[in-house]
């Protein structure tokens, strides 16, 4: 399989669009999966502007190593209609399909969903030309197979490189742990080390988290995995 060099895609499942340009499409859910018992998930994309908009929906693997994301072309999950288009004040459903049964474990990919831009004969006005901008949604997509898959189990370590100082969180465990909030809390002082989602950790992968320079490191660290608190480790 050729490896996907996939530029700008982001953890977050909706990248947000210029000022200039305020997004009119809404996708939901945006963590879907296919248990072992379907064949495929369900992804609605809804138009709440007030022009057609046409969606491109792809499905890539996705893996990690070394820390890092990576993305490659497959057929092993296709999307149905692969491009829609949606009225304004209209939805679309798109059905992401399983093309075989996938064995025992979890499996991740990226779907990833583009605003085409319109045809140039359509876009009007001096200043048009500029709004015509394409924007990018990136959701992850989880696939399950036979049997019962355990759950994240993480450990971390701090790694020092140069000035930069970064946090790596291996997971061990049967399915991905999602990060969110990393925090340290010593003597009852709470720091916030990363607000928000931090990111995706693999089931037997590592990723790397780069923490804000000067941060303090001693104390517990506190993250949310998977929507809960859970202490990882004791930091000295």
Do not use: C
């Not at 200043?127 to 394409?134: I, R, Y």
Request: aromatic share 6%.
């Amino acid at each position: 399989m050729t490896r996907f060099q996939a530029v700008g895609i982001a953890l977050a499942a909706v990248i947000v669009p210029t000022a200039a340009y305020p997004a009119a499409v809404v996708l939901w859910p945006v963590d879907p999966i296919i248990a072992s018992n379907q064949q495929s998930a369900a992804v609605w994309i809804e138009n709440r502007g007030s022009e057609p908009v046409t969606m491109q929906v792809r499905s890539l693997g996705w893996s990690q190593a070394n820390g890092e994301d990576s993305y490659v072309q497959q057929d092993a999950v296709v999307s149905s209609p692969p491009v829609a288009q949606v009225a304004p004040g209209a939805r679309q459903l798109v059905r992401i399909i399983r093309r075989t049964a996938d064995p025992s474990g979890e499996h991740a990919y990226r779907l990833l969903i583009d605003e085409l831009p319109r045809p140039a004969d359509s876009v009007t006005g001096p200043t048009t030309a500029s709004l015509a901008v394409q924007m990018r949604y990136s959701i992850p997509l989880f696939t399950y197979g036979a049997g019962e898959q355990t759950q994240p189990r993480l450990s971390i370590r701090i790694e020092l490189d140069r000035s930069e100082r970064y946090l790596e969180v291996h997971n061990s465990g049967g399915r991905h742990a999602r990060l969110t909030d990393l925090r340290l809390v010593n003597h009852g002082q709470t720091s916030m080390l990363i607000s928000g989602l931090a990111g995706y950790v693999l089931p037997g992968a590592t990723k790397r988290f780069k923490l804000p320079a000067n941060s303090p490191l001693a104390g517990s660290l506190v993250v949310g995995v998977n929507g809960a608190d859970q202490t990882l480790s004791s930091l000295t």
